[in-house]
């Protein structure tokens, strides 16, 4: 069974950075990930992902903002957010793709104007 704990969120102004951490048990160089925004009141929405071999793909609003990696040694994802907008409120998750997916309990970024 695979657990995901996610830290890093936290309140912020708009133009500040964070950098978010996924922590997963067990070993998941093998896998898909991928963090996800939800914003109060709307569905949960990708805002990137990495393959086990580091290729990366994002929303098109986090585009040159953010940054997704991995390190399979220490079984973490991160996510480097620069230039923060208030639009960017949300509960951030982070999600693995495996026989089942996963998700964290997920971590709560607030940026305020």
């Known amino acids: 069974q695979v657990q995901l704990v996610e830290s890093g969120g936290g309140l912020v102004q708009a133009g500040e950075s964070l950098t978010l951490s996924c922590a997963a048990s067990?070993?998941?160089?093998?896998?898909?990930m991928g963090w996800y925004r939800q914003a109060q009141g709307k569905q949960r929405d990708v805002v990137a992902t990495?393959?086990?071999?580091?290729?990366?793909n994002y929303a098109d609003s986090v585009k040159g903002r953010f940054t997704i990696s991995r390190d399979n040694t220490k079984n973490t994802m991160y996510l480097q957010m620069n230039s923060l907008k208030p639009e960017d409120t949300g509960v951030f998750y982070c999600?693995?793709?495996?026989?089942?997916?996963?998700w964290g309990q997920g971590t709560q970024v607030t940026v305020s104007s």
């Open positions: 999600y693995l793709r495996g026989a089942n997916d996963y």
């Open positions: 067990g070993r998941f160089s093998w896998y898909v």
């Open positions: 990495v393959t086990p071999g580091g290729t990366t």
